[in-house]
């Protein structure tokens, strides 16, 4: 809170309205679904309803003023305000706030100056303690574990809901909280499709086979992506997926906190450019994970953003041909001072499996 007090001070604010639930969490330890925070550099107001009338007290204790409203947590909000000294300019999330919120602050708020703010809470996200590093790297593990016995699974014949189906299975199993975001599991000439949503096409032999998972431990997300062939490679299947490879290798190995996220892009996709295959990588190179799967800072062509040290990003290049298939390798990394350490040890070869 020293840190988020120091934020609020600098943008001139006497508190923040906090309605993000990822924000919540990060700021509380708080995991239900309805709350809102207002936070100053003295109180933290934390207001939810009946159903967490225990949850609250065991996840964030005595570390913020907790008021259950039977009805509406607005009402709530406006009878707590008024009990904290010293607040006059109050800022909301802009990004969060939904547009009949908003008449909520002109209206029953109208007492306090209300002033739109971007990022407050995501900035101290960005840089994690030991404990979330601990947490995303538990979470790597369990995703691990289940992708390898996952892949013992897989044969020609099975759907892609089929394979992301085992998946899944094995994610719970291997103790995941949940699913950071919808399994994605493409085959064949769909591999080509960066985001593709796993589909009842059956698997053939000699299909790429791209994944992209992660897992949950403690709130915290892990971020991994592989590819395999089912059956027997081609060379050219060998090829394209040694290129990516080595431009996942050469940006997990170069890349620092203090480079900007433009530069970081670079590192590997100068690699895949300088092979012919620039055109065929249209997305950035990664992004920040922690609460959530997505979160800043982003590693792309246009971001001048300098990444801060101890931020926990993505390294995922591909490449992608229409009609043919796709490869994507991704890896999550903590950015140190002068290097990265990568927290995701499944290999990086191209697997034939089935």
């Not at 949940?178 to 960066?194: C, H, W």
């Not at 609460?291 to 992608?320: D, F, K, M, N, S």
Request: net charge negative; aromatic share 6%.
């Amino acid at each position: 809170m020293t840190a988020l007090g120091a934020a609020l001070r600098a943008a001139h604010l006497d508190a923040l309205l906090i309605t993000s639930l990822p924000n919540i969490r990060y700021l509380t330890g708080f995991s239900g679904s309805s709350a809102i925070v207002v936070a100053s550099d003295r109180d933290l107001l934390f207001v939810t309803d009946f159903r967490y009338a225990t949850q609250v007290h065991e996840e964030v204790g005595d570390m913020a003023r907790v008021a259950i409203e039977p009805q509406s947590l607005w009402n709530g909000v406006w009878r707590q305000m008024t009990d904290m000294t010293g607040v006059a300019v109050v800022g909301f999330e802009s990004a969060h706030l939904v547009h009949r919120d908003f008449e909520r602050l002109l209206n029953a708020g109208a007492r306090w100056q209300w002033r739109a703010t971007t990022d407050v809470v995501e900035t101290l996200r960005e840089q994690k303690d030991s404990g979330e590093i601990a947490s995303i790297t538990d979470a790597a593990r369990v995703a691990e574990r289940a992708l390898e016995r996952m892949l013992t699974e897989v044969r020609a014949g099975l759907t892609e809901l089929e394979i992301a189906g085992a998946l899944e299975r094995a994610l719970r199993d291997e103790g995941s909280s949940g699913f950071p975001f919808e399994t994605i599991v493409a085959s064949g000439e769909r591999s080509a499709l960066p985001h593709a949503r796993a589909a009842d096409r059956p698997v053939r032999a000699g299909d790429f086979l791209l994944i992209d998972f992660g897992a949950i431990v403690d709130g915290y997300c892990s971020d991994i992506t592989r590819t395999v062939v089912v059956g027997r490679a081609t060379q050219e299947q060998h090829d394209v997926h040694e290129i990516v490879r080595t431009a996942n290798e050469r940006a997990s190995s170069l890349v620092h906190a203090g480079m900007s996220g433009k530069d970081a892009d670079a590192l590997a996709r100068r690699y895949i450019e300088e092979r012919g295959l620039g055109e065929a990588f249209g997305h950035s190179l990664g992004h920040g994970i922690g609460i959530e799967v997505h979160e800043a800072p982003r590693l792309a062509r246009t971001t001048e953003a300098v990444l801060p040290e101890r931020a926990v990003v993505t390294i995922e290049p591909g490449v992608y041909r229409a009609g043919w298939g796709g490869v994507r390798i991704e890896d999550d990394v903590v950015l140190g001072r002068d290097s990265a350490t990568v927290l995701t040890n499944f290999s990086r070869e191209l697997l034939e499996v089935g």
